[in-house]
């Protein structure tokens, strides 16, 4: 067996963009994959095992995990790429303390409580891959945007730790931090920022595309073919590393 043949992957956020794009691309090299998502209309779509969850709380991830592992078998790749953008967000004086708490309870507690469950096993197993999506406003943060910057510069500490706390027992711990990808979220907050500008979205995607020295923003394919190749058997020198997928640019 090599790369991800015949592996377990839960994919969370696998219902559109970079999750779905990632689900595609393991299971056409062989794993078996299970996605997780909020909207069961979305996920009846994707063509692969599918569980509805909320993945912002522990028993909505441990759902997801025995729902995988009676259907499929033992997780043996986790990609955690669910979460919550920043459209919605004010400055830090005037962000609301809800929005705040649901951002940190789906883009950081989730994940927690995943890699939580399915490390013991792998720790038993002596094998795992665990690869979160966190972004380069993990590491540079964004105007307006306090609640996703510190959940996603978060979710580096927690990929850090699983590096240590795995390492010995054959598991991996990466993440990988897209700039702008033209996706459903990075969508909404295209028309967010054009209504408050009051220009058109196509221009702000233009803007977005010019902070990239080629001149566009990265594709999820792209950012799907970096997570497979943490996913696989060949990555095992690779642990505990923050991997921009960002064309050369900081964002």
Same mark, same amino acid.
Request: charged share 25%; aromatic share 6%.
């Given at each position: 067996m090599t790369g991800v043949e015949g592996r377990v992957a839960l994919i969370t956020g696998g219902s559109r963009g970079i999750g779905r794009t990632?689900?595609?691309?393991?299971? !056409?090299?062989?794993?078996?994959?299970?996605? @997780?998502?909020? !909207?069961?209309?979305?996920?009846?779509? &994707? #063509?692969?095992?599918?569980? &509805? +969850?909320?993945? #912002?709380s522990p028993q909505g991830c441990a759902h997801a995990i025995t729902q995988t592992e009676q259907r499929l078998g033992p997780i043996e790749i986790l990609v955690c790429n669910h979460g919550i953008g920043s459209a919605h967000e004010q400055v830090v004086w005037e962000q609301q303390p809800d929005i705040w708490s649901e951002t940190m309870r789906i883009n950081l507690d989730g994940p927690f409580h995943l890699s939580r469950l399915v490390l013991p096993g792998m720790v038993k197993r002596q094998f795992g891959r665990i690869v979160y999506t966190s972004s380069t406003a993990g590491l540079v943060a964004e105007h307006a945007g306090s609640a996703y910057n510190s959940s996603k510069h978060g979710l580096l500490g927690l990929m850090r730790s699983v590096a240590q706390d795995g390492g010995r027992y054959g598991i991996?711990?990466?993440?990988?931090?897209?700039?702008?990808?033209?996706?459903?979220?990075?969508?909404?907050?295209?028309?967010?920022?054009?209504?408050?500008?009051? @220009?058109?979205?196509?221009? @702000?995607?233009?803007?977005?595309?010019?902070?990239?020295?080629?001149?566009?923003?990265?594709?999820?394919?792209?950012? +799907?073919?970096? @997570?497979?190749?943490?996913?696989?058997?060949? !990555?095992? #020198? &690779?642990?505990?590393? +923050?991997?921009?997928?960002?064309? #050369? !640019?900081?964002?």
């Open positions: 990632t689900a595609e691309l393991l299971a !056409s090299r062989g794993a078996k994959v299970m996605c @997780i998502a909020r !909207s069961q209309q979305d996920l009846a779509q &994707v #063509g692969f095992e599918y569980c &509805v +969850a909320d993945l #912002g991996t711990s990466n993440a990988v931090l897209p700039g702008w990808v033209r996706t459903e979220m990075a969508e909404r907050s295209a028309r967010q920022e054009a209504k408050d500008r009051d @220009i058109t979205t196509d221009q @702000i995607w233009e803007e977005r595309a010019a902070l990239y020295p080629p001149g566009r923003v990265a594709t999820p394919q792209e950012v +799907a073919e970096v @997570i497979a190749f943490l996913a696989s058997e060949e !990555s095992s #020198g &690779v642990s505990g590393e +923050a991997i921009r997928v960002a064309l #050369g !640019s900081v964002w």
